[in-house]
């Protein structure tokens, strides 16, 4: 029940919204958001002929970092071919002698 009451509580505003929006206000506001939408565009075009270095105008807000691109995969000029196998090695000609009966149990005690 608590939790309820948290929630409603914090969709509501905390202070009381105006009932009637005064008219010469919103009118006069909007007339200074023009005029300095126009003292910028004015003040922007004197900064673009004046600064040349792009990061300098990215800094300033008048340009934006380009995507960077992407290289295609390219083919190599040459095919690649497998490398060879390396060659095995060469069996001896005879192979290993069994070791003698007697060395294999010598020491051993079988009953």
Do not use: Y
Request: glycine share 2%; proline share 14%.
């Amino acid at each position: 029940m608590v939790e309820e009451e948290c929630d409603s509580s914090a969709r509501r505003p905390t202070s009381p919204l105006p009932e009637t929006t005064d008219l010469r206000e919103a009118t006069r506001r909007r007339e200074a958001l023009v005029n300095l939408r126009g003292w910028f565009d004015e003040w922007a075009t004197t900064v673009r002929a004046v600064v040349q270095k792009r990061s300098d105008l990215i800094r300033l807000g008048l340009a934006s970092r380009k995507a960077p691109q992407r290289k295609p995969a390219t083919m190599p000029a040459t095919p690649i071919t497998p490398a060879t196998p390396a060659t095995p090695a060469r069996p001896t000609a005879a192979p290993p002698r069994p070791a003698e009966p007697a060395e294999e149990t010598a020491g051993a005690h079988f009953e």
